[in-house]
């Protein structure tokens, strides 16, 4: 089992910044991708961003250039820092992990608000 623990949401104004982090604990050996996904009020839930154990990574096309994510395999730690954020980032933000057989781990989630 992974435990997924994220923090560093809260409220933002319009064009301000956010760094959210993400803790994992449990069975880390088996992990490969972490990411972090998002859902909106009355929306599904979208990928923002992975990064495998390498340190590959892969956005949302539409948030390349504001978003980026980083990874510390160890401190087992996964990190999203967004700047220019807009009033649509507004969401629950998911930290994710992926294990090597494919099973995804999920967070509890952490609120962003983007309003002024």
């Known amino acids: 089992q992974v435990q997924l623990v994220e923090s560093g949401g809260g409220l933002v104004q319009p064009g301000g910044s956010l760094r959210l982090s993400c803790a994992a604990s449990?069975?880390?050996?088996?992990?490969?991708?972490m990411g972090w996904y998002r859902q909106a009020p009355g929306k599904e839930r979208e990928l923002v961003a992975t990064?495998?154990?390498?340190?590959?990574?892969n956005y949302a096309d539409s948030l390349k250039g504001r978003f980026t994510i980083s990874r510390d395999n160890a401190k087992n730690t996964v990190s999203l820092q967004m700047n220019s954020l807009k009033p649509e980032d507004t969401a629950v933000y998911y930290c994710?992990?992926?294990?090597?057989?494919?099973?995804?781990?999920w967070g509890k989630g952490t609120l962003v608000t983007v309003s002024s």
């Open positions: 994710n992990a992926r294990s090597v057989s494919y099973r995804d781990y």
């Open positions: 990064v495998t154990r390498s340190g590959s990574t």
């Open positions: 449990g069975t880390i050996s088996n992990i490969n991708n």
